[in-house]
């Protein structure tokens, strides 16, 4: 086109183009459409209402519909502006010589340094932080960023695909943004305990962190536990097969299991204090004072009684005939006992029957000078009873229920069906019928 011009050729189409700035363009930039140069910047200048009027000439005519973006060929540099159409439908009108485009159908440029104007002192100060934070992530690893940077382009494909899926349903992703807006309001409820989430991971994560000696052996473990699980698991399979049956056979038996689990339900809390109680029979603070120590004791005491034992059959085999012979006196001894306090109720001038009558039964040996009942030694207690005769007063052997006269029906006295012949008398029995 320059040539043309040059030449005196045909000139070309002029138009005008009014941008809110003029975005650093300059006389003789270029005019692109899909990155092909189609015309040139005539002039620029300012219009009565401060925008920036573009004069341009393009090789072919435009048509309606045609809009215009100011583009920079790099970030850096400066005049490295162009403007950038996108062409009308062809079979739209032609615009006219000298037509101009609208603010509506062209768009000026936001250069970054607009973009830092919006942010307050803080805000950019925190920016600039975080680009020289990149700086000193990237010093001396260059040469990884750049075999990183060979994935950038696919990955910000694919970020734009992301976007583009998330802006076709704008119903869908106005929806998501609300309700993620009541999630961070939820979240903001509970930064405090969020903190507190956050210092907790820390510490434990810490804690793993210290143990990574242990985890690494345990991860070592991990393949043959598997692989023993796998084998456990496929013989489990063969189990529950067998085990099937036993289920079907075991459930007319368990149909009234949930009633009885129900009633057995507070039996189990009343239970509980008895069962808390029961550690003090097993273990109560103290020597010899719980069933733990009697555990303890137990083989000491089967030692003991190893060599006791043999004696106390010894003596229980000597005690037999005794305690044979006194078998048939327990009617006597019950009521010995019962009627003991009946001895404690009479009394005479003596006093109660209960204090003279161990002195009847020669015991103790009045003495007349101090008034006083004297012990009599053992060896004289049976002096009285040497001369015995049956009609006088002296010791019985009296045959069970012989404390009565004989009943007519012969029932007393007992002799034990003959057992206590020779042992007692029977005709020690109460005078009268």
Excluded: W
């Excluded at 700035?21 to 300059?26: A, I």
């Excluded at 341009?56 to 583009?71: F, K, N, S």
């Amino acid at each position: 086109m320059i040539v043309l011009l040059l030449l005196g050729g045909d000139p070309g189409h002029r138009y005008k183009l009014m941008f809110e700035n003029g975005g650093q363009l300059v006389t003789g930039n270029e005019v692109l459409v899909a990155g092909q140069p189609v015309g040139i910047i005539d002039e620029i200048e300012l219009s009565d209402n401060a925008q920036a009027e573009v004069s341009i000439t393009t090789d072919e005519p435009l048509h309606e519909g045609t809009t215009a973006v100011i583009r920079a060929t790099s970030l850096s540099g400066i005049a490295n502006r162009y403007i950038a159409l996108t062409m009308g439908p062809n079979n739209a009108p032609e615009l006219k010589d000298g037509a101009v485009l609208s603010g509506d159908e062209t768009t000026a440029p936001v250069d970054v340094d607009q973009l830092f104007d919006t942010f307050d002192a803080k805000t950019r100060k925190g920016l600039q932080n975080f680009i020289g934070g990149f700086g000193t992530v990237y010093t001396g690893n260059l040469e990884e960023a750049n075999r990183t940077y060979k994935f950038l382009n696919p990955g910000i494909v694919s970020t734009r695909n992301l976007l583009a899926e998330l802006n076709r349903d704008q119903q869908a992703l106005s929806d998501f943004l609300a309700s993620s807006s009541s999630v961070f309001n939820a979240v903001a409820e509970r930064r405090d305990e969020l903190s507190s989430l956050i210092a907790n991971s820390n510490a434990a994560l810490g804690a793993i962190a210290q143990e990574n000696a242990a985890l690494d052996r345990d991860l070592e473990l991990l393949p043959p536990v598997l692989r023993q699980a796998n084998t456990t698991f496929l013989n489990l399979r063969f189990t529950l097969d067998d085990l099937e049956p036993l289920v079907e056979t075991a459930k007319p038996a368990t149909k009234n299991l949930a009633p009885f689990l129900g009633r057995l339900r507070p039996v189990a809390q009343d239970a509980v204090p008895v069962f808390n109680s029961l550690q003090n029979v097993f273990n109560r603070s103290g020597a010899n004072n719980d069933l733990t120590d009697t555990l303890n004791a137990l083989p000491k005491t089967e030692r003991l009684a190893g060599k006791l034992t043999p004696r106390l059959i010894a003596a229980l085999d000597e005690s037999q005939p005794t305690v044979e012979q006194t078998r048939p006196y327990t009617p006597e001894l019950t009521a010995t006992i019962a009627h003991l306090g009946q001895v404690f109720a009479y009394y005479d001038a003596d006093g109660h029957f209960g204090r003279v009558a161990p002195a009847g039964a020669n015991l103790f040996d009045y003495d007349p000078g101090t008034g006083d009942l004297e012990p009599i030694s053992d060896s004289d207690q049976l002096d009285g009873f040497d001369a015995y005769d049956v009609n006088d007063f002296g010791p019985f052997e009296r045959c069970p229920g012989a404390g009565t006269q004989p009943a007519s029906d012969g029932s007393n006295p007992f002799l034990d069906d003959g057992n206590l012949a020779g042992l007692c008398e029977p005709s020690q029995v109460p005078p009268g019928p």
